[in-house]
């Protein structure tokens, strides 16, 4: 069975720092592109990163310089440390794996950043 489960979350202030971690299990994770992916009330989904199989990893505009993805093959977890985060990175944090055909997403991790 395919889990996703997304841990770290919380409430933070402006400027503060989070590490949000995914661990995988039920697929050959190694395999798989991770991504972070969120959601803000009242808006669509959106990228925040993404790393490759093989450790190339891509940035959103938004997230880039401030976001740091990795990967760990051997515990299959994904993380995504948060730096300098604003009030606007306040959102659901949704991880997901994907090798095509297959998508998997997680439950999400809730994220605010208020004073």
């Known amino acids: 069975q395919v889990q996703l489960v997304e841990s770290g979350g919380g409430l933070v202030q402006p400027g503060g720092s989070l590490r949000l971690s995914c661990a995988a299990s039920?697929?050959?994770?190694?395999?798989?592109?991770m991504s972070w992916y969120r959601q803000a009330p009242g808006k669509e989904r959106e990228f925040v990163a993404t790393?490759?199989?093989?450790?190339?990893?891509y940035y959103a505009a938004s997230a880039k310089g401030r976001f740091t993805i990795s990967r760990d093959n051997a515990k299959n977890t994904v993380s995504l440390q948060m730096n300098s985060l604003e009030p606007e990175d306040t959102a659901v944090y949704y991880c997901?794996?994907?090798?095509?055909?297959?998508?998997?997403w997680g439950q999400g991790t809730q994220v605010t950043v208020s004073s």
């Open positions: 790393i490759s199989s093989g450790g190339s990893t």
């Open positions: 997901r794996a994907q090798w095509a055909p297959n998508t998997y």
């Open positions: 039920g697929f050959t994770f190694s395999s798989y592109s």
